[in-house]
């Protein structure tokens, strides 16, 4: 890729997420694509994720089973991991972060010269 003054990053998804990076990342997946989901699926996950309530609770606050709040649940978390596949609004961000604090580190240390800039910049505006 470029000549930065720190290390590559790597965005890949791993497959052996822990709960906490799959909670994380499904609280960030919630935030770029709410606006995306039906009301209840923004309901449900957002009493899961957000406010940790179990399947138990939400389903008896619905009166539903806790199958039906786990099957809702389950698709929805597909639906947003299919909206990203194709949008890679999270990726972007990921990449966006990881492009800045490498700028950061580079001032630090006094090598953020005109070239280098240039390079983050190309960077930054093959994201969009």
Known sequence: MYDLCVKD????????MT??????????LID??????TPKQRSYMSLYYLDDLSLG????????SR???????????AMLEEY???????????A???IIEQMEECMAVGKLDSPK?????VLLKELD
Do not use: H, P, S, W
């Open 84 to 94: 990203e596949d194709k949008l890679r609004l999270f990726q972007r961000f990921l």
């Open 32 to 37: 770029f694509y709410q606006a995306l989901l």
């Open 9 to 16: 990053f790597n965005l890949t998804r791993g497959i052996n």
């Open 96 to 98: 966006r972060g990881k």
């Open 117 to 121: 800039l240039e390079q983050f910049l």
């Open 19 to 28: 709960m906490l990076e799959k909670t994380t990342r499904m609280n960030y």
């Open 57 to 64: 609770e939400i389903a008896d606050e619905y009166e539903v």
């Open 67 to 77: 199958q039906a709040v786990y099957d809702n649940i389950k698709r929805t978390e």
